[in-house]
């Protein structure tokens, strides 16, 4: 059995890391980082520049592994995560069992392991289980959130954080004014009627290349959609998030 560290690293910036995570990186015997394609590169070279920053314990080992593609075009899109998630775990399996004498594996998380990542579902997939321990990151919505200098809820009031397939096949969810979408590769808010909603994105936060824009939906969307597909042209990949705030009406006042 492993002792297995999933180690959230907040969204780019090696500042991010807390106290722990540092600590957990330099306790593990093996450190795994996935190489995702050409045209992601950046990111397996953005985890080793971390590493190189709070990397002390020099008996610990970086090996990397190809992490396996979901098949999108899926109509099962449960069944294919599920196929996906399995061919993961073997996959670590396997870059762990590569390595002599490893009893203590930690992997790098993007933002935090408990939101909208997967890692936690993977580790329970393989056998023997290990022993996990989850290290808390900064988030994409705190990144945002920072960035726009906004507070994510207003006062007393629910926000709700869902994903662009949710939001695009759903609408606006019931009972909040705030919501946060995450997982959106179609910019799933120009679905929505815009009026009286304001938005607030951004692109590779915690990185040099950080992109942020906010304003009313209506005239902010156009911006976005141009920005991020010029992003991702450039840079062969982009992470997004963005909130979204509907005002609520004013009893007794016209519509703005």
């Known amino acids: 059995m492993i002792d297995l560290a999933l180690v959230g690293i907040g969204t780019g910036d090696p500042a991010h890391l807390t106290l722990q ?3 957990a990186l330099n306790r ?7 190489r995702k394609g050409a045209d992601k590169a950046d990111l397996a070279q953005l985890r080793r520049a ?3 920053e709070v990397l002390t314990n ?3 080992r970086i090996g990397t592994f190809d ?22 775990a073997a996959t670590w399996a396997a870059a762990i069992a590569a390595q002599p004498a490893v009893k203590r594996v930690a992997l790098l998380i993007w933002g935090d392991p408990g939101l909208y990542d997967s890692s936690l579902r ?3 997939r393989l ?29 007393g009031a629910p926000f709700v954080v869902t994903t662009g397939r949710r939001l695009r096949d759903e609408g606006w969810p019931p009972g909040v004014d705030t919501v946060v979408v995450m997982l959106d590769g179609e910019c799933s808010f120009r679905h929505l009627d815009p009026d009286g909603i304001e938005i607030w994105w951004g692109a590779f936060l915690g ?12 005239g902010t969307a156009p911006r976005i959609v141009a920005a991020r597909a010029e992003a991702r042209t450039r840079h062969g990949w982009i992470m997004d998030v963005y909130l979204l705030r509907r005002r609520p009406a004013r009893p007794g006042l016209p519509p703005e």
């Open 21 to 23: 995570a540092i600590r």
């Open 28 to 34: 593990a015997d093996l450190i795994l980082i996935p």
């Open 50 to 52: 971390i590493l190189d």
């Open 58 to 60: 020099p008996e610990t």
């Open 67 to 88: 992490l396996p593609v979901r098949d999108a075009a899926r109509a099962d899109y449960r069944a294919g995560v599920d196929d996906w998630h399995d061919a993961i």
């Open 122 to 124: 993977i580790a329970a």
């Open 127 to 155: 056998s023997p289980p290990p022993r996990i321990d989850v290290i808390p990151g900064i988030t994409a919505i705190q990144a945002l959130t920072a960035a726009h200098a906004i507070p994510l809820n207003e006062i």
């Open 207 to 218: 990185m040099a290349q950080a992109i942020t824009l906010a304003g009313p939906l209506a």
